[in-house]
């Protein structure tokens, strides 16, 4: 089998389940409890909590665990809404986030905000220059991703994060789930307030993540109960979920030091090939992306006929992002920027890791060789 869908999902590490297994088993009480076994367990998770802090370049106390990206966009999104709606009810994004902001956002339009989505040039990226139009006085959060999940487009947050701190109150929100483990991001230095990072796209576990929160920034928490995770994220802490998760994180930062070479050798070889299959056009950027996404079309071909079509050959990519494939719907992105809607809809995504090789590379790109042959000779006849 060959796995080009790690933007959707990982394959855990080996070592983040045995780690997982033996909390799970050894350390299971749980870390709000008085009692000896549950500090023992309290003591696993606020290790995780400073690995992950010291990884990121952040204090422990700006860490807390929560179920992923989905729930960790929410929560900077909303929670930052309620907590200063009498500061002002807009908000600015793009046309191209992840669904878990879009409808964030839409929810939040419903109840009175207002809400920017800014478009996006050719290539996927935000223009500084459209943010710096639509902020205003009663911006209350900026929001915007990374790395594109789809084409892999890489937004200029530092310089955004920069401008913002300069000429507005507004927090700033970073979705940095595809990104992290690829390309570095420093809070610091990007002016970060709010910044979302998932488990399962590093190699750890499905149901875990966390949302950095700067020091003096408040919001709203989205759960009520026990007050967990310092009354941010009230719930019974995943304690196995979360030491596993700071081991992938170590796991993948260290692999991205030494293999980040590696990853960007595929990135390029596939880019090259693909371009060379008759019928491809691509839709990633040849710069100014990540090293782990491509995007390309056969126009008048389906993309999901193309992804089962590499299924046979027990190949698995993907369409657009995983929480959107199964709705069949035109991919946002692409449309956004400006790709014609029967090249949008003929799109696949390869999405890379650091275990993929380059015999899976060549096997690919001969695979997709021959099915763009075949197809070619399909759409002839039928004209």
Known sequence: MIYFDNSATTKPYEEVL???????????????????????????????RKQTAEIMGVHPSEIYFTSGGTEGNNLAIKGAAVQHASKGRHIVTSQIEHPSVIEACEELEKQGFSVDYLPVKS??????EDVKRAVRNE?????LMHVNNEVG??????EIGKWLSKHS??????????????????FEEGFIDLCTVSGHKIHGLKGTGFLYIKSGVQITPLFSGGNQESKMRSGTENTAGMVAFAKALRMTEEKR???????????????????QIQGTVMNTPIDGAAPHIINFSIPGVKGEVLVHALEQVNIFVSTTSACSSRQKKTSRTLTSMGIPREQAEGSIRVSLSYGNSVAEAERFVSAMRNIAEQLSKVIRRSK
């Open 257 to 275: 030091k030494t293999s980040i070479k590696h990853l960007w050798y595929l990135r390029n070889y596939l880019y090259n090939e693909i371009l």
């Open 123 to 128: 290539d996927g990226s935000v223009d500084i």
């Open 139 to 143: 911006t209350i959060l900026v929001s």
């Open 153 to 158: 487009t890489i937004q200029p947050i530092k």
């Open 18 to 48: 045995e780690s997982f297994i033996k909390v799970s088993r050894d350390f299971y009480g749980n870390p709000s409890s008085l009692h000896g076994f549950g500090a023992k367990a309290d003591q696993l998770l606020q290790h995780a």
């Open 169 to 186: 109150q507004a927090l700033f929100h970073v979705d940095y789930v595809q990104g992290c483990g690829k390309i570095p991001l420093s």
